[in-house]
């Protein structure tokens, strides 16, 4: 990610099956989320995605600048207008740590959770307005790879 938001890459030519890449800003670690992402997005998803594992400070400072909310949350996603590459997901460690905590999982579980909702923010869809339509898909891709629960789920407990 850049200094000022989201970066810009674009791989050349026509989108590839989905492509992750980890990118962590700090010590928490990922081991296998890439591959478990690949795995559990839908087939249709093309071209390649970058999911940032930064502070709960930078993240609050995006959320501030991009959406006028001066607190942290746990994901972000920033859609890419180049071909190729649908965009960033910017998790941020330390809510995704204390959320694992208080839902009695691991880090590494809260950090697909917090991925495949990022995911199919960039793919489009739109918990907040779309008649339920993200929380089926997210249920459906979950389930597909081993999730108990989702993060729209978990919102309307």
């Not at 339509?133 to 978990?154: D, S, T």
């Amino acid at each position: 990610m850049g200094a000022d938001g989201p970066s810009k890459r674009m791989p050349a030519g026509r989108p590839a099956p989905l492509s992750v890449e980890v990118v962590n800003a700090g010590r928490l670690r990922a081991p296998g989320l890439a591959a478990w992402l690949q795995a559990t997005a839908p087939r249709s998803a093309r071209g390649a995605v970058v999911v940032a594992l930064v502070s709960d400070v930078r993240v609050q400072k995006l959320n501030a600048r991009y959406r006028a909310k001066n607190t942290p949350t746990d994901v972000l996603s920033f859609a890419a207008e180049e071909p190729g590459f649908l965009g960033e997901v910017v998790i941020a460690s330390g809510v995704a740590r204390r959320q694992a905590r208080l839902g009695g999982h691991s880090v590494q579980v809260e950090l697909r959770v917090l991925a495949l909702h990022g995911l199919l923010h960039l793919l489009g869809y739109d918990h907040e307005h779309d008649d339920g339509r993200m929380a089926r898909v997210e249920r459906r891709l979950r389930r597909k790879g081993g999730l108990r629960e989702g993060l729209i789920e978990r919102g309307r407990k």
